[in-house]
């Protein structure tokens, strides 16, 4: 049973991405999810590719795909906002499968948000037609596994948004 008091923790994720032969995270790190990139840098199945701007991981992420590899995308709903071009030309234009699991900055499961990163963030995708799902434990983590599905049936990217922050 899932309590909100649980928290996600990184193997979650990572066990994942790896059931779903992810090939690489196109990322940039921050201060909040360190310990999840050292995790992810250590993990042999998996290639970090450390980004300077988060508008340039579509860009990464469609030349992996043409490549024949198997990317997913990992950066804050602030980036969102920053990658708008670059989802609509390579991701929505062309048809890419890319699952963007996507920091819920500023979210608040109880209460008013005030922040607006989170208040935008699910219209925007919405607006865009990209379908989201929220996870927020490591009981949710399998609804990468859905999103990945989605993204192979639909040919369109899926966000998954992280709603929480990591356990240690």
């Known amino acids: 049973m899932t309590t909100y008091d649980s928290v996600l923790h990184p193997p979650a994720i990572i066990a994942e991405l ?9 990322w940039l790190p921050d201060s909040e999810t360190n310990f999840m990139y050292q995790l992810l840098n250590d993990e042999d199945s998996l290639d970090l590719v450390p980004v300077c701007r988060e508008g340039e991981t579509m860009a990464i992420a469609a030349g992996l795909w043409v490549g024949g590899k198997k990317p997913v995308v990992l950066i804050q709903n602030t980036g969102i906002f920053e990658s708008g071009d670059s989802i609509r030309g390579l991701g929505l234009d062309i048809n890419q499968p890319l699952v963007m699991l996507i920091g819920y900055r500023g979210w608040t499961r109880r209460g008013p948000t005030p922040d607006s990163a989170a208040r935008y963030i699910e219209p925007i995708l919405h607006t865009w037609g990209i379908n989201c799902y929220l996870i927020e434990t490591d009981d949710d983590a399998d609804r990468i596994s859905i ?22």
Do not use: S
């Open 18 to 26: 790896k059931k779903n032969n992810i090939t690489h995270v196109v």
């Open 147 to 168: 999103a990945c599905e989605e993204a192979e049936r639909t040919q369109k990217p899926v966000g998954v948004l992280v709603g929480t922050e990591f356990g240690v």
